[in-house]
């Protein structure tokens, strides 16, 4: 089997540049997940490593396949030294040991809530799935392993998670457009849902 976490980590650094601060947490029965913060400009951007060690596999399946099914890891950009955002590793190594815990698949246009604020006094309890392939490249593995894809994580209000589970994630999305909503704004308000 091939370690695939130093490539993971190799397309996130040429992505992203050098990582300027990780950490590592470790949950009981699951391998270690850490989180690796890029700082460019006013942005910061977070992003999990060890999610995509092993394939998400279907939860109702009997046995989990240890070579096919897909793998991710998630990324998180918001504005920097506007809130305390650091303190988002944990929920967010969470987020990327739910494929084991929960045996979640995380696909684009899922929602994953972590019940409590993102980080202090953040107004998101929850994220957004969005497509991958725009800020860090799918990174291609060797058959029949399917590739390693870097989904960007949208945090949502709970008003905004809710309207989504009735209209879709699409429908959400192309609100945030219509109202030029900043995705990257730690404290922003909830885009008005009427």
Do not use: C, I
Not at 176 to 193: A, E, I, K, M, N
Request: hydrophobic share 45%.
């Amino acid at each position: 089997m091939v370690d695939v976490l130093p490539l993971v980590e190799a397309r996130l650094t040429t992505a992203l540049g050098a990582a300027d601060a990780r950490a590592a947490v470790t949950f009981l029965g699951t391998d270690r997940v850490e989180v690796l913060r890029f700082t460019e400009g006013d942005v910061v951007r977070y992003a999990t490593l060890g999610m995509s060690a092993h394939p998400m596999t279907d939860p109702t399946a009997l046995v989990a396949d240890p070579v096919k099914g897909p793998r991710a890891e998630l990324v998180l950009s918001v504005r920097a030294g506007v809130a305390d955002t650091d303190k988002v590793l944990r929920p967010l190594a969470v987020l990327a040991a739910s494929p084991q815990v929960e045996g979640l698949v995380v696909a684009p246009g899922s929602s994953l809530d972590v019940g409590e604020p993102l980080w202090p006094g953040a107004p998101f309890t929850s994220v957004l799935v969005g497509e991958g392939g725009g800020l860090v490249e799918d990174l291609e593995l060797d058959a029949p392993l399917e590739p390693v894809r870097f989904l960007p994580l949208l945090p949502m209000t709970p008003n905004e998670a809710a309207w989504k589970r009735v209209h879709g994630a699409q429908a959400l999305q192309e609100r945030w457009l219509t109202h030029g909503t900043d995705l990257r704004d730690p404290v922003r308000r909830s885009v008005p849902l009427e």
